[in-house]
């Protein structure tokens, strides 16, 4: 092989004792390759030190690849690159004109979870009708092992997405739906009792029935209820564990019935419920499902969750006789929520308390209507 000597040309020595042609000089390619192939190539490898390769050298032979790591972004990776990506062009298959690019897959709809029939749990849909939350459907943990006999035992039990009541039914919506004749004359028999906010007090459960399927509605049943004023994990009240206190709901304490507030006129320490919203929301966005005045719900009472049997669990339950306007052997309604009378332990999410559903002897009972996924369709929305 030739030696490169010195930066000003090449040796005149070779391994056949042949001379190199000389930089800058007219070669004939063909006559020097016989004469000294290794001389040819080594003068077109590594070029002439004082300018640069023949010009028709250069456009004869491409440049040699580099050996080794080339710095990202020299001339020499840029020029390597450059050629891959020309060479993978060239070995792609034309496409045939007029030939449709095929579309990527358009996104499937998430799959709503289902209640255990297989049936899909509704979304809440926005906005929400007027006055209304939306309780998503789903299993929620209904009844107590440790409180009364009658909220016995804890089960897990299904409903589907329904609507409530963000409020009691107040006063003026119970009376102007009485004075349109869509609701039964009633209403509270104490003074100070009928303040425009306060829930509707002294109603029968036909009174609430009567009122809420006026509206488009329907009174919830008692497992809508639960749900609904402890969320889907058992909690003992609207807000949580914690007791119920007269920061969280109306209710009796130390100060005395109604939290301290006075009824007007006669009877102060009767006292008396406070406008609807006066304690912060609970669980869904309700206000006073503790509290402030017991409730109406739409199912037969039996003394326990056991004895109801398979008409308390499942899905959707509503109470014995599946709710049928009568039930033989059975006569009692419930009321739910505890209110301003009594103490904390009845402003929870499981006491059930009982009584007669034409509200004989008279109780001051108010109410709150609820609405299925249906039903919701037809309610006015904002």
């Known amino acids: 092989m030739q030696r490169r000597t010195t930066d000003t040309g090449w040796s005149k020595g070779t391994a056949t004792g042949t001379s190199a042609p000389e930089c800058g000089s007219s070669v004939n390619f063909g006559d020097a390759l016989a004469a000294s192939p290794l001389a040819l190539v080594g003068l077109l490898v590594l070029g002439c030190a004082s300018g640069s390769p023949p010009e028709s050298t250069a456009r004869a032979v491409d440049p040699p690849p580099e050996v080794g790591l080339a710095a990202a972004g020299s001339p020499s990776s840029t020029a390597a690159q450059s050629s891959a990506s020309q060479s993978e062009q060239q070995e792609q298959p034309a496409r045939p004109e007029n030939t449709p690019v095929a579309e990527p897959p358009a996104p499937k709809p998430p799959v709503l979870a289902t209640l255990s029939d297989g049936t899909a749990i509704a979304a809440c849909v926005d906005p929400l009708p007027v006055g209304m939350q939306c309780i998503v459907g789903g299993p929620f943990i209904r009844g107590t092992d440790d409180g009364a006999s009658n909220t016995r035992p804890s089960a897990t039990v299904e409903l589907s997405t329904f609507y409530m009541d963000t409020y009691e039914v107040t006063y003026a919506q119970y009376k102007a739906c009485q004075k349109a004749k869509s609701c039964p004359r009633s209403g509270p028999q104490y003074t100070d009792f009928n303040h425009a906010n306060m829930p509707i007090q002294g109603v029968s459960w036909f009174d609430a029935v009567a009122y809420c399927e006026a509206q488009g509605k329907q009174l919830p049943s008692e497992a809508q209820w639960e749900k609904a004023a402890r969320g889907p994990d058992g909690a003992l009240h609207p807000w949580g564990a914690e007791p119920a206190t007269c920061e969280l709901a109306i209710i009796r304490d130390a100060t005395g019935r109604s939290c301290g507030l006075k009824k007007a006129i006669s009877k102060p320490d009767t006292g008396r419920p406070w406008d609807v919203g006066s304690r912060p929301a609970g669980v869904y966005g309700l206000h006073d499902m503790a509290g402030n005045s017991w409730e109406w719900v739409a199912d037969w009472y039996d003394k326990s969750y056991e004895k109801c049997g398979e008409a308390c669990t499942g899905i959707d339950p509503k109470g014995p006789c599946d709710g049928a306007e009568k039930c033989a052997g059975r006569w009692l309604k419930i009321v739910r929520g505890g209110s301003w009378y009594w103490e904390a332990e009845r402003a929870t999410s499981v006491w059930r308390r009982t ?28």
Do not use: D, I, Y
């Open 355 to 382: 009584h007669k559903p034409t509200n004989g002897p008279f109780h001051h009972f108010g109410f709150r209507c609820a609405a299925t996924v249906t039903q919701s369709e037809t309610l006015p929305r904002p």
